[in-house]
């Protein structure tokens, strides 16, 4: 939240006219004295004293009149220093009788936060009375500043400021300003209240309320944060205002008022607690009568998420999201949920650990985004429990995992089902620096009770099913892994060090018909390099993939003087003894040709820090093409970058790998592509000036030899204020529908936008700005930086 600077004005200014009584020395010019810093210079992280109005005080000038009992003047370059407050003027004088201090003609202070300059200063010792006239005030550990025609101090922390303003923009610059005809600043309660403020830009007034109540502290208060303005040819003119409500100090509230020109006016909260449970908060969206598509009638949106530790063992986390429609995201632009996968996740995880053992309990639900498609099944609940023993023996550990599953579906042609599996393990670790080898043997045993009475055993889906109601399944896995460790110094490439990591796995597991237990939550793996070495082929226990088979592959790394990696290759390949198991679970029933799978490559290099590379590809033995590929190519300076990616699907690969009845795409394949996938992308960002950037980016599919999406943002920064441009076009659906291609037509949604806000007193600069997402993160197709694992 953004926060009011703590001393406004005078917060600092009451120590500056000093403590309760002044130790006046005159310091003669041969006398030696310490170097005292600038009065523009920011000390706050310099210690503080433990009681800094107890600190000696030291008066230099160029000459002294004094009368004893009555009053002593200084006058000629006085300057007074007490600890880290200074302070000069022309003339300060102190009235002995009414223990009084006067400073007169250009009085400047500053107490290593905040300076000030000001006509007059007066203090009164006995009351601590502090008045200011003609003052102006910069913050000096912060942007901010402004001025005052008159600010006393009327208690110990209360202060009154009449004709004030502030603003986070340079002496100079009049972009913006705060202004009031009265401040009252309490410091004990850290709130300023702004009687009659006025917001305005380049002096002319924007805004006015009667009112307003802002902190000036650490501690939270409720009030108005600073508003955001932008235009878009999508909405119109957009103006939003946020409000803080500083509920209690473990929770709290943010409320917006957002107005589209063509929407209505959106009211968006965010509510935030924190318990010994964990942290959590709720968002939420709510549009009441869309005015752009009024059929949609009120719309809105929520999102629910905690997580949380308590007392070590026990771990929660919940994300529970909604919306009122499946058009919401293409309409309105929202932060709720991870919509990514056309869906909503909606669940909950319970979990209590201890040193050998864990327990879980879940809880899953979807809100489907698409038209299309079958729906997906509810976990309800799922309970797991799993048992850890690392030695157990020497050289043999031992664990069981294990889950009573409850599947369920509105979608009345699927059966629901409970499921329960078992799964005993024994694991006989080797390990050195030079190279390891784990040999595992484990028991799958499983049993499913599948509620089928409702289903149409004759629907073209169950095809290549035989389900029944009640099956147990138990099947054995064999697995070895070795790899070893090669380290040479290479001079090939200008001396570096280059490792050799062969590595070989067997894998056994025997046939098993699972053509009665239908796929519940399980989907085939992606087989890159790192899949060849996998114990399993799908993500779920549902299918069991047979396999008799040996995978073998190498790595080899390059690392500069400075152990930093430079470049990396791998590649490897699957040798199926019992060729019968190469494709045992794939959708498709095809044989194939040979024993051996395709050839998985994966390159990463790293040239200087400023050029980089990843790709990938499979390249199939049998059909003698590639199936999978991917490219990315990056120059990167130290002001900008630029990348161009490529990606490559074959349209049979799509067939092999995804199970097109059960996701129920209309028209089989040619319902999701005609040709497989193939797009390019070029994506770029470069900083002009501390002032200037821009980014943009466009993506391009090449079989259908239409653009994706286009994106370019031009964003100027300044001191105290920032402005954005940002022009989007994006592919929204295909008229009629993208199975009647080459006939089907491309619809775009075409957007450009302003936005513009202040920068200072702990503001961000909005997202809408296209600053956050400088690198492409915030539209649909985003920025992944190459030779990064975390991509």
Not at 2 to 26: G, H
Not at 272 to 283: A, H, P
Not at 577 to 587: F, H, P, R, V
Not at 668 to 687: E, M, P, V
Request: aromatic share 14%.
């Amino acid at each position: 939240m953004s926060r009011f600077p703590r001393t406004l004005l005078a917060a600092s200014i009451s120590a500056a006219l000093f403590a309760p009584s002044i130790q006046a020395n005159e310091v003669k010019a041969d006398d030696s004295v310490q170097e005292l810093p600038a009065i523009d210079q920011c000390l706050i992280d310099q210690p503080e004293a433990e009681n800094p109005n107890q600190l000696p005080i030291t008066v230099e000038a160029d000459s002294l009149e004094g009368v004893n009992g009555d009053k002593a003047t200084y006058s000629g370059n006085v300057v007074v220093v007490q600890g880290k407050k200074r302070m000069q003027a022309d003339n300060v004088t102190l009235h002995q009788q009414d223990n009084v201090v006067v400073a007169e003609g250009n009085v400047m202070f500053s107490d290593g936060e905040v300076k000030t300059i000001s006509d007059k200063a007066v203090n009164n010792l006995n009351t601590e009375y502090v008045e200011l006239n003609n003052t102006k005030y910069q913050f000096l550990c912060e942007p901010g500043r402004g001025e005052a025609v008159y600010v006393s101090k009327t208690g110990k922390a209360v202060y009154e400021i009449e004709d004030g303003s502030i603003t986070s923009c340079p002496e100079g610059d009049n972009s913006w300003r705060m202004t009031a005809t009265s401040i009252e600043i309490d410091q004990n309660e850290e709130e300023a209240t702004f009687f009659n403020p006025r917001f305005e830009i380049q002096r002319v007034p924007v805004f006015y309320l009667p009112f307003l109540t802002v902190p000036i502290g650490d501690t939270r208060k409720t009030g108005f944060l600073y508003p955001t303005a932008s235009y878009g040819s999508s909405d119109g003119i957009e103006f939003e205002v946020p409000i803080y409500w500083n509920l209690a100090p473990e929770y709290d509230l943010e409320t917006t008022l957002k107005y589209m020109e063509k929407r209505g006016t959106q009211l968006n909260s965010k509510f935030r607690y924190l318990t010994d449970f964990g942290q959590g908060q709720i968002e939420s969206e709510y549009l009441p009568d869309d005015q752009k598509y009024p059929e949609q009638g009120d719309r809105w949106a929520m999102q629910y998420t905690h997580d949380g530790i308590y007392q070590q063992n026990w771990k929660f986390h919940i994300d529970y999201s909604k919306v009122s429609d499946i058009a919401y995201f293409t309409d309105v632009d929202s932060s709720i949920g991870k919509r990514e996968d056309g869906q909503l996740i909606q669940e909950g995880e319970f979990q209590y650990r201890s040193q050998n053992w864990d327990a879980t309990l879940l809880m899953r639900d979807f809100q489907v985004l698409t038209e299309e498609g079958s729906l997906p099944y509810r976990i309800l609940p799922q309970l797991s429990f799993n048992y850890y023993s690392p030695g157990l023996m020497p050289y043999l550990d031992f664990d069981v995992i294990s889950h009573i599953s409850r599947f369920d579906t509105d979608d009345k042609s699927k059966p629901s089902a409970t499921r329960i599996h078992v799964e005993p393990g024994l694991t006989i670790p080797f390990n050195t620096t030079w190279g390891s080898w784990t040999t595992e043997a484990r028991i799958l045993g499983t049993n499913y009770q599948q509620d089928i009475d409702s289903i149409d055993p004759t629907d073209a889906q169950f095809d290549n099913y035989n389900l029944k109601e009640n099956v147990t399944r138990v099947i054995p896995q064999f697995r070895s892994h070795a790899g070893i460790v090669l380290e040479r110094n290479s001079y090939v490439l200008g001396g570096y060090t280059q490792t050799l990591e062969p590595q070989v796995q067997y894998l056994y597991v025997p046939k098993e018909d699972q053509s009665d237990i239908y796929l519940y939550d399980t989907t085939l793996l992606q087989t890159d390099y790192y899949g060849l070495f996998r114990s399993r082929k799908f993500s779920g226990v549902d299918r069991i993939a047979a396999a008799n088979q040996f995978s073998y592959g190498a790595s080899t790394r390059f690392f500069d003087d400075m152990y930093k990696e430079r470049l990396n290759i791998s590649f490897g390949q699957i040798f199926y003894l019992d060729k019968s198991t190469k494709n045992s679970e794939a959708i498709t029933s095809e044989n194939d040709s040979t024993s051996y799978s395709a050839w998985a490559v994966e390159m990463d290099f790293n040239f200087n820090d400023y050029l980089f590379y990843h790709g990938g590809l499979q390249y199939d033995v049998d059909s003698s093409e590639m199936q999978v590929a991917n490219s990315t190519l990056e120059y990167r300076t130290g002001n900008g970058y630029i990348q161009g990616n490529y990606r490559y699907v074959t349209k049979s690969y799509i067939e092999q790998t995804v199970d097109l009845d059960s996701i129920d795409i209309n028209n089989g394949i040619d319902g999701i592509t005609q040709d497989g996938i193939s797009q390019a992308g070029l994506l770029a960002g470069y900083t002009f000036s501390p002032n200037w950037n821009a980014s943009a980016q466009y993506f391009y599919d090449l079989t259908t030899d239409q653009s994706i999406e286009w994106l370019a943002r031009l964003n100027y920064i300044d001191d105290c204020w920032y402005i954005g441009f940002t022009y989007t076009n994006q592919l929204r659906s295909w008229n009629p529908s993208f199975a009647s291609y080459p006939n089907a037509e491309a619809e775009y949604e075409n957007n450009f936008s302003i936005n513009f806000g202040i920068v200072g007193f702990g503001t961000n600069i909005g997202a809408g700005s296209g600053l956050a997402g400088l690198d492409g993160s915030s539209n649909s197709l985003g920025y992944g930086r190459p030779f990064f694992l975390n991509n």
